[in-house]
């Protein structure tokens, strides 16, 4: 079956920056693209970007265009991204999630990373 | 950017009665509208895509209606699973933005 398994939660200084990973399993990896969904507490879900897993190309929010960057590794069919120059505003649920192009839609989605900016 | 709004925020319904969300669009968005459940600590999870669509799985109580900018989601026969928040979105896929919507929250009246 489908599975998108995150890395674990993090504690980051402001400034710093911070790498979520995002294994999948069960589907071919190249064939989809994943993309990047946080949720700060108590606010609305917020698109980052997505990773055409098979070429390798990315497009991000222009919210996060400069500070976000993800990559994939097709070898160990992982996902990562990174954001950097993290603020307390950062903090947030990270999620990854496949893009079902034929339904248009996030079919799967990853458990979350918790990421936490604290001085 | 396209800005989804829902409503309302919280509705409050009684177990076994029909629950009805509303969606808005600031712009058209033809058919691009998905929705989503959210239970607390867990991943949204896929319901309604296409408008009206129901993803795999996903009972027959659930179902999606609209197009352009006013969308729909009813929950007929409401059980105790069924309480939770659900989000709707938009997506373009060129430019590429995806956008949600604030959240209904459905509680147990």
């Known amino acids: 079956q489908v599975q998108l398994v995150q890395s674990g939660a993090e504690v980051r200084k402001p400034g710093a920056s911070v790498k979520v990973s995002c294994k999948t399993s069960?589907?071919?990896?190249?064939?989809?693209?994943v993309h990047w969904v946080r949720q700060a507490p108590g606010q609305r879900l917020e698109w980052m970007g997505w990773i055409n897993a098979g070429t390798g190309t990315t497009r991000y929010s222009q919210k996060f265009q400069g500070r976000v960057t993800i990559t994939r590794d097709t070898s160990a069919t992982t996902a990562y991204m990174e954001l950097s120059s993290l603020t307390s505003e950062d903090t947030a649920v990270y999620y990854c999630?496949?893009?079902?192009?034929?339904?248009?839609?996030?079919?799967?989605w990853g458990q979350g990373s918790l990421v936490t900016v604290s001085s | 950017e396209i800005v989804m709004t829902q409503s309302p925020a919280t509705l409050s319904v009684s177990p076994g009665e029909r629950a009805i969300l509303s969606c808005r669009a600031s712009?058209?968005?033809?058919?691009?509208l998905v929705w989503y459940q959210q239970k607390p600590g867990q991943a949204p999870r896929l319901l309604i895509y296409g408008a009206s669509t129901r993803a795999t799985g996903i009972p027959a109580r659930f179902s999606g209606s609209g197009s352009g900018t006013e969308f729909t989601l009813t929950i007929s026969s409401l059980q105790s699973e069924d309480f939770a928040v659900y989000y709707c979105q938009q997506y373009n896929n060129w430019p590429p933005m995806y956008t949600f919507g604030q959240g209904t929250k459905l509680e147990i009246k």
């Open positions: 999630a496949r893009w079902y192009n034929g339904d248009g839609s996030f079919d799967y």
């Open positions: 712009q058209s968005v033809s058919s691009n």
């Open positions: 069960g589907y071919a990896f190249t064939t989809y693209a």
